[in-house]
């Protein structure tokens, strides 16, 4: 029977994202755990050697423990492009953030999980029917990514630019709520922007260890590359001039050069990865275009970087240079590029479960009992 003295427990939040995944209670500064959203399988009728965490007698394995072991496993990403496509490699990831990573029962505290701007009915009705049943919450709620990465900026109107691990989004949000008709979408996101490298690397001769390859170039990637101003102006500089050195763990030092801007320069040129349509400027211009005119000002003036595809140096400047040459003459444009903004979704989670006055939004166990499912329809927005 539904106790509602559970609501005084700090909850369980769960950002859900392609690359990763982040957990933690509500009310703390950060997240606990991050996990890699990735679930293995193993190839073989005989399992690796090793209990998988959480993976019980189907011997799965999950984030770290299944990237370890990808010789011997199939890997699988539950989550792409935003959207949950593995159900019950997605169960098995869940579980192990409660009772592996957390330590605690999902029957002993209400869980907030986040959930990507359109996303699918069916989804959200999935995901709830999954926490009051195999779960066992004693309440719920879902709530829009974008939302909260501007709720962690203390703003309730403004324009999300979110960049992950599978898809950046422009997400104009209007007093808390988010605006679906001018969500704007770009298939250009982290895990993108890494292949590009890789095969910038390649074409340049740039040799790395075969068995990390991927997670070389991550590095890579997050320490060593931005956003030119000016890319042709970059392209045009001295070698010294833009030359980086990186260490390979055996010691070998590589020499990069114009890869470290090129790569990045994909989200505003994507058509080297076969995307058309425009980039990051004209997805945000679009986005407030499609909104009313009245608004409009307000959007441009609050614009919030979000994700861990945003953290590139120079992106906030040039993305501000190149929506000034879209807007109307002399309108305001404010760009905010919080330094925690890889997981700013999340502390917004954090921020809004920890308020008294959120307990009356939480969908209970007993309200999932007398209407089912669909209740999150009408409850989370």
């Known amino acids: 029977m539904f106790s509602p003295h559970v609501l005084d427990v700090p909850a369980v939040v769960v950002d859900n994202g392609s690359g990763l995944c982040k957990a933690g209670l509500s009310g703390e500064i950060g997240p606990r755990h991050i996990v890699s959203s990735v679930v293995g399988h193993p190839k073989f009728p005989a399992a690796p050697a090793g209990a998988g965490a959480g993976s019980g007698s189907k011997q799965r394995f999950v984030g770290e423990a299944a990237l370890q072991r990808k010789e011997a496993l199939s890997l699988r990403c539950p989550i792409e492009r935003g959207l949950i496509v593995g159900w019950e490699d997605m169960e098995e990831l869940w579980r192990h953030l409660f009772e592996w990573e957390l330590g605690v029962r999902a029957s002993e505290r209400p869980v907030l999980m986040t959930e990507p701007p359109l996303n699918p009915r069916a989804a959200r009705e999935r995901t709830a029917a999954l926490m009051f049943e195999?779960?066992?919450?004693?309440?719920?709620?879902?709530?829009?990514?974008?939302?909260?990465?501007?709720?962690?900026?203390?703003?309730?109107?403004?324009?999300?630019?979110?960049?992950?691990?599978?898809?950046?989004?422009?997400?104009?949000?209007?007093?808390?709520?988010?605006?679906?008709?001018?969500?704007?979408?770009?298939?250009?996101?982290?895990?993108?922007?890494?292949?590009?490298?890789?095969?910038?690397?390649?074409?340049?001769?740039?040799?790395?260890?075969?068995?990390?390859?991927?997670?070389?170039?991550?590095?890579?990637?997050?320490?060593?590359?931005?956003?030119?101003?000016?890319?042709?102006?970059?392209?045009?500089?001295?070698?010294?001039?833009?030359?980086?050195?990186?260490?390979?763990?055996?010691?070998?030092?590589?020499?990069?050069?114009?890869?470290?801007?090129?790569?990045?320069?994909?989200?505003?040129?994507?058509?080297?990865?076969?995307?058309?349509?425009?980039?990051?400027?004209?997805?945000?211009?679009?986005?407030?275009?499609?909104?009313?005119?009245?608004?409009?000002a307000a959007l441009y003036g609050e614009i919030v970087l979000s994700g861990g595809s945003t953290l590139f140096r120079g992106l906030d400047d040039r993305l501000l240079r190149e929506l000034e040459q879209r807007a109307a003459r002399g309108t305001p444009i404010k760009i905010t590029a919080p330094p925690d903004r890889w997981f700013s979704t999340w502390i917004g989670a954090s921020v809004v479960t920890s308020l008294s006055s959120f307990r009356q939004m939480w969908v209970t166990a007993a309200d999932f009992q007398e209407f089912g499912a669909s209740v999150v329809q009408r409850r989370c927005f």
Not at 136 to 160: E, H, K, M, N, R
Not at 168 to 179: I, M, Q
Not at 251 to 271: I, K, S, T, W
Not at 286 to 295: E, T, V
């Open 134 to 296: 195999a779960f066992q919450v004693p309440a719920f709620y879902l709530s829009d990514q974008a939302v909260l990465a501007l709720y962690a900026s203390a703003c309730v109107t403004g324009l999300v630019v979110d960049g992950g691990d599978g898809l950046t989004r422009a997400v104009p949000v209007f007093e808390g709520y988010s605006l679906p008709h001018a969500v704007g979408r770009l298939p250009v996101a982290g895990r993108d922007l890494t292949e590009l490298l890789a095969r910038l690397l390649r074409a340049g001769g740039r040799g790395y260890p075969c068995a990390l390859r991927r997670a070389l170039v991550e590095d890579v990637k997050e320490k060593l590359c931005y956003v030119a101003l000016e890319p042709e102006r970059e392209l045009a500089r001295r070698l010294e001039e833009v030359q980086r050195e990186y260490t390979l763990p055996d010691g070998q030092v590589l020499r990069l050069g114009d890869q470290l801007f090129q790569a990045p320069e994909a989200l505003f040129a994507p058509a080297p990865l076969g995307v058309q349509g425009p980039g990051l400027p004209g997805l945000v211009a679009g986005s407030i275009a499609k909104c009313d005119a009245d608004i409009q």
